[in-house]
T-cell receptor, first 113, second 113 residues
Framework: GAGVSQTPSNKVTEKGKYVELRCDPI?????LYWYRQSLGQGPEFLIY????????DSGLPNDRFFAVRPEGSVSTLKIQRTERGDSAVYLC???????????FGEGSWLTVV | GQQLNQSPQSMFIQEGEDVSMNCTSS?????WLWYKQDPGEGPVLLIA?????ELTSNGRLTAQFGITRKDSFLNISASIPSDVGIYFC?????????????FGTGTRLKVLA
């Protein structure tokens, strides 16, 4: 596609539920990133994929968060047992290779009630 | 997580005025970037800086990579209403393979016509 596509754009879920957020990167981009942006803050790094493998997952806050990219294109961020503090915009980004310009998607707004 | 210090936090200016904002860090950065984020959108890259002392322009925008490598500034000349938004600085402390950006807290710009 023309840009990074994220779905859903908005998600409201109850505390304790499981959530999946999807990212479709720019076609041909090998590197994919997930960031999280809390209200009034800048984005914070979560995880980076080069191809199918997670090259750096040091930003994932705890083991309730997990991300996959099984075919080296689309990625899914999975959050188990959601908590109210997980409410944020989850931004996906991609670049041709690591070190190239990163292009962000519009984000998925997650609200945990 | 770590975030860069950005100032000012917000500013109201008259259309046609010049704007200046800056970003500081306690750590040395090897890459500095400036992004703009509109409501409901992901950050969009404005300018990327890769060398200490580098001064780069993009239309009415000019940014500089500080000599100490611990700061950067962004200037916008002759502001127009569509400059409204949140401006984020971001940087990477690693020597190569940039992807793990640390973002600033943002400068919220409002332009009065």
């Amino acid at each position: 596609g023309a840009g990074v596509s994220q779905t859903p754009s908005n998600k409201v879920t109850e505390k304790g539920k499981y959530v999946e957020l999807r990212c479709d990167p720019i076609s041909g981009h090998t590197a994919l990133y997930w960031y999280r942006q809390s209200l009034g803050q800048g984005p914070e790094f979560l995880i980076y994929f080069q191809g199918t493998g997670a090259a750096d997952d040091s930003g994932l806050p705890n083991d309730r968060f997990f991300a996959v990219r099984p075919e080296g294109s689309v990625s899914t961020l999975k959050i188990q047992r959601t908590e109210r503090g997980d409410s944020a915009v989850y931004l996906c980004a991609s670049s041709l290779y690591s070190g190239n310009t990163i292009y962000f998607g519009e984000g998925s707004w997650l609200t945990v009630v | 997580g770590q975030q860069l210090n950005q100032s000012p936090q917000s500013m109201f200016i008259q259309e046609g005025e010049d704007v200046s904002m800056n970003c500081t860090s306690s750590s040395i950065f090897n890459t500095w970037l400036w992004y703009k984020q509109d409501p409901g959108e992901g950050p969009v890259l404005l300018i990327a800086l890769y060398k200490a002392g580098e001064l780069t322009s993009n239309g009415r925008l000019t940014a500089q990579f500080g000599i100490t490598r611990k700061d950067s500034f962004l200037n916008i000349s002759a502001s127009i209403p569509s400059d409204v938004g949140i401006y984020f600085c971001a940087g990477d402390t690693r020597p190569s393979g940039t992807y793990k950006y640390i973002f600033g807290t943002g400068t919220r710009l409002k332009v009065l016509a």
